[in-house]
């Protein structure tokens, strides 16, 4: 991969023809959770588009199409999270906040290299014990066992785990625009889809109309060392909020007091009931699993807003409250994460720079996922990619970016930079009561149409957003035994 762009150059034309020779017309498909009939297809890729005529994948998209006779020619493009959402597991979830755009536009979901269909680069991992969730070092070894799993697929061998990384995914999807016969396209990216957005508009800006991101994580932006300094925010807000709502304040006086108590006494011994099994399970509970324990729940404000309850628990050795908490939002179904398409990307785009963009370590969270992340990659095979990647040029069609005030992983400032280097096409809007993903939050839905259906650029940057502005922080969940006292 060091010399991809200069063999890019000798080798582009020809894999630009293989890739559209080797694109088949979408057919008619069922979804299970989409009412209608859509149309599934793929787009057979180089793995290495320096290598065009070596190991070849199949990325796999669906169409949603427009319910109109006289629809319009711009469809709208999903960029899915993660790094390693399947974009496609999540469409059923995801047309309702697309509805109304689906009146007239084809909605499309690609899934990105290594994950759904696209190449996935999936692991058979057993089900984890609450003991193997908090040991570190059985971590590590399980990925071990998962990078010799993918090392073994046709398109894991050698050097090919490194050909997993965001600027291919962004030619892949232009691949798939092109099969789709689409002149330019809308772009709705969502977390790490941001970035993918952000890439593919950076290579392909004469394909774009407009892009709309929510919850911005910029290429500049090393995910795992940002993720300290970002959730010791997103925390603190939550015990300031605590103290100036009266009956949290009342109710927990010393909660502050009870998280430092409780991190000092770490690492301990723990026995509480698996929240999805039910057994009672003994284990070392460590400062990091308590840490990513309560990460979880600041993501969404109404789980957040358990916290206070669950913190105060576990400060009296009552862990089951804060367990149950975090294993809301554990990945599984459509939230599924492919594990080698994530550390393909992490570990290819974000590790390399983590001695350049310092982040001051955070008093609770320190270094972030940084030191997990330094282990983790330090044996897998990483690709490269242009120094062009991290630098973001100016915008040349409306960009408008969402953020939740409460977000420990993309809040606003992340954003912000983004804005000022997109320049005056470019719109941020910061939702201050609200945590990580804002699709689906208020009124966002029908702002996200009317951006996109705008009649021109400025009419789309300048919407009228103060409806988000309303939505307010869920209150402090108090149980009724504490209530009674």
Known sequence: MRRVLARLVAGGLAALCASVAAAAAPG??????????????????PLDPARPDGVQIDVHYLVVPALA?????????????????????????LMGVFARLNNRRDIVFVDQRGTGRSAPLACEEDRETLA????????????DTCRAQLQALPYGRGDGLGHFTTVLASQDLDAVRRALGAARINLVGASY?????????????????RSLLDGVAPPDMVLPASAGADAQAA??????ACAAEAACARTWPSLRADWA???????????LADPRSGRPQSFTLTREALLGAVRGPLYAPALAAGLPAAIAAAA??????????????????????YTGMHFSVVCAED????????????????RGLLPLYEQACADWPRGTVPAAFYRLPSATSPVLLLSGGLDPATPPRHAQRVAAALGPKARSIVVAQAGHGLLAVGCTPDLLTRFIDAADDTQALALDAGCLAAIPRPPAFIPAAEGAR
Do not use: N
């Open 28 to 45: 008619p498909c069922r979804v299970p959770g989409l009412p209608h009939e859509a149309l599934c297809g793929a787009v057979t890729r």
């Open 69 to 93: 006779r006289r629809k319009l020619p711009d469809p709208v493009f999903l960029f899915a999270g993660g790094p390693g959402q399947s974009a496609i597991s999540l469409a059923p979830a």
């Open 132 to 143: 193997e969730q908090a040991d570190t070092a059985a971590m590590l070894r399980r990925l």
């Open 193 to 209: 889809g941001t970035r993918a957005a952000l890439d593919y508009q950076r290579q392909f800006p004469q394909a774009v109309r």
């Open 235 to 240: 925390l603190d807000a939550l015990f300031t």
């Open 261 to 271: 108590r409780l991190l000092a006494g770490l690492p301990r011994e723990v026995t």
């Open 316 to 337: 009296t050795g009552h862990f089951g409250p804060l367990a149950a908490l975090s294993a809301v939002l554990a990945p599984r179904g459509e939230m599924q994460v």
């Open 351 to 366: 590790l390399p720079r983590a001695a350049e963009v310092v982040e001051a370590p955070a008093p609770d969270f320190g």
